[in-house]
């Protein structure tokens, strides 16, 4: 069982930047994966960043180069650092990982990008 809990959102105008931190209840946690997710409004929930055990990076086309995610093993915490924020970033983001092949989900944080 693992347990995921997000923190650091909060209400930005449209430029700025957020830090959104996801901290794991396990042991395991460098050998997992952290990825991140976000869900807006009336909107499918959509994959947006992924962190590997061995920190191999991958991100959605629409937040490269703005987003960046990390992870500090010894803190069992992962990251999203979120730069030039927009509103159609706005949602709540959500940190999962995957153990054993089960699947665990954080209950989400909020962002809202105002204009």
């Known amino acids: 069982q693992v347990h995921l809990v997000e923190s650091g959102g909060g209400l930005v105008q449209a430029g700025g930047s957020l830090r959104l931190s996801c901290t794991a209840s396990t042991t395991l946690f460098s050998f997992i994966p952290i990825e991140w997710f976000r869900q807006g409004s009336g909107k499918q929930r959509e994959w947006v960043a992924r962190?590997?055990?061995?920190?191999?990076?991958t991100y959605l086309d629409s937040v490269r180069g703005r987003f960046t995610v990390s992870r500090d093993n010894a803190k069992n915490t992962g990251y999203l650092q979120m730069i030039s924020l927009q509103p159609e970033d706005t949602g709540t983001y959500y940190c999962k990982t995957s153990l054993m092949a089960r699947d665990y989900w954080g209950p989400g944080a909020q962002v809202t990008v105002s204009p």
């Open positions: 962190i590997t055990n061995d920190r191999t990076t």
